[in-house]
């Protein structure tokens, strides 16, 4: 074993006795030690969200050697290797703090109390359907209040949604790295699985003929489906791409966010051009928008709008 490790701390729950427990190994070891944290707040949506945020900073940011893994049971050590299987060939240590534990008399087993709420889409019937990253997706009646959900079919997940125009209802499931159609009349869920295993296909948007077109954030791709045909097409984005969200404006025309080179992607199908829209540095656009003409993004790491025009 090497004389000195380079160790990779990811605490989603810096407070109490795992920052005490933390701060005293990191000052007496002989390591390298790196800790990326969390606030000490609601750890029940740490247990579904941090594994999400701490794989996005490391992906953004993350340039160092790791020799060793060493997190608590806050964090789903599931989910991160799936959002970042190079993880899996390193060890791991998880310490876990017995009285942050559920209790073992607890039965609850309700899908709504970690949903973790991400996107939605109205149907062709005014129905408001939504997704919640911690294995669900549901639908709201807006005129009678009457709301379902359903768990998803294979798990935690559900990211990105869209409505075709005909009226079909398709979502991205990132940890689980499948698209899924939803039967609008039985809400029943299908997995459509992408060529690319572990893709992490994050959101989707359907162009004018009902393909559904998929961001692929960890292979750095774009992908189309075509319900009609059930048969894909994927194309690489110029890299290093980590590309996050996709829409499809008028004219059929795919444009993407990339946060491995911060900007945006204007993509035409029909020639397979890619051409480069560049923005500042961790600029991080994590939904576009458009009207006849104009393409919008939110700059998430800058606090600012972005529109492209013509």
Do not use: C
């Amino acid at each position: 074993m090497a004389k000195q490790l380079d160790i990779l701390a990811l605490e989603p729950f810096y407070g109490g006795g795992r920052r005490h427990m933390l701060e005293t190994l990191i000052h007496y070891s002989r390591h390298r030690w790196t800790l990326l944290k969390l606030p000490p707040r609601r750890i029940e949506r740490r247990l579904t969200a941090a594994a999400h945020w701490f794989a996005e900073q490391l992906t953004r940011h993350w340039v160092g050697r790791v020799d060793l893994l060493f997190t608590s049971e806050a964090l789903n050590l599931a989910d991160l290797y799936r959002l970042m299987p190079t993880l899996l060939k390193k060890p791991s240590v998880v310490y876990f703090h017995d009285n942050q534990l559920p209790h073992p008399s607890s039965t609850s087993n309700n899908p709504l109390e970690m949903a973790n709420l991400n996107t939605a889409t109205f149907d062709k019937r005014g129905i408001l359907w939504f997704t919640g990253q911690s294995g669900i997706y549901g639908r709201l009646n807006p005129k009678t209040g009457a709301m379902r959900v359903f768990r998803a079919p294979l798990g935690p997940g559900p990211y990105g949604i869209t409505t075709t125009p005909t009226g079909q209802v398709f979502y991205a499931s990132l940890a689980g790295s499948h698209i899924a159609q939803i039967d609008v009349r039985t809400g029943k869920a299908t997995v459509i699985r992408p060529p690319t295993a572990g893709q992490g296909a994050r959101r989707v948007w359907s162009n004018s003929k009902g393909m559904i077109w998929v961001s692929e954030w960890n292979a750095g791709k774009v992908a189309r489906y075509d319900p009609a045909t059930r048969k894909w097409r994927e194309w690489d984005v110029p890299g290093p791409a980590k590309v996050y969200a996709v829409y499809v404006d008028e004219k059929d025309v795919v444009w993407l966010t990339d946060f491995g080179r911060s900007g945006l992607w204007r993509f035409v199908p029909a020639t397979g051009q890619f051409t480069r829209i560049p923005l500042r540095a961790g600029a991080d656009v994590r939904q576009l928008l458009g009207r006849p003409g104009e393409v919008w993004g939110a700059e998430s790491g800058a606090d600012r709008l972005v529109v492209v025009r013509g």
